[in-house]
């Protein structure tokens, strides 16, 4: 990745500038299109067609990204349509924005819960 080396400690600043660099390659971005994809396949165990909260919560835990109880806030900054599901398309476009763009319009930033502090 541009430069950056194993075994050496990134900072979030690195990681952040080297995601940028590769978001002007259509394969790069692409490849991070079928992930989402998978990932919702996954985390949808039930073959629902839709996340549930407790869906979410499981991954947050699984990629120890945020407690079971800030889920929540992630979840429901995903769920535009405010219905208590998470379909494919509101999950896809959030996962888009968050890491094949560098807009926020969809405040994309609250996907992983409070920042922080």
């Known amino acids: 990745l541009m ?8 900072s979030l600043e690195d990681l952040s500038n080297a995601h940028k660099y590769h978001l002007i390659y259509p394969e790069y971005v692409s490849a991070n299109i079928t992930c989402f994809d998978l990932m919702f396949t996954m985390m949808d165990k039930d073959r ?17 990204l ?25 999950f896809s476009n959030y996962m888009y924005e968050f890491f094949c763009t560098t807009d926020n319009e969809l405040g994309t930033i609250n996907m992983l819960g409070p920042l922080p502090k």
């Open 3 to 10: 430069g950056l080396s194993l075994g050496i400690e990134w």
């Open 48 to 64: 629902k067609g839709y996340l549930t909260l407790e869906d979410w919560e499981d991954m947050t835990e699984i990629f120890h």
């Open 66 to 90: 945020n407690s079971r109880e800030e889920a929540k806030s992630g979840f429901d900054a995903i769920d535009v349509n405010k219905d208590g599901k998470l379909s494919r398309k509101e």
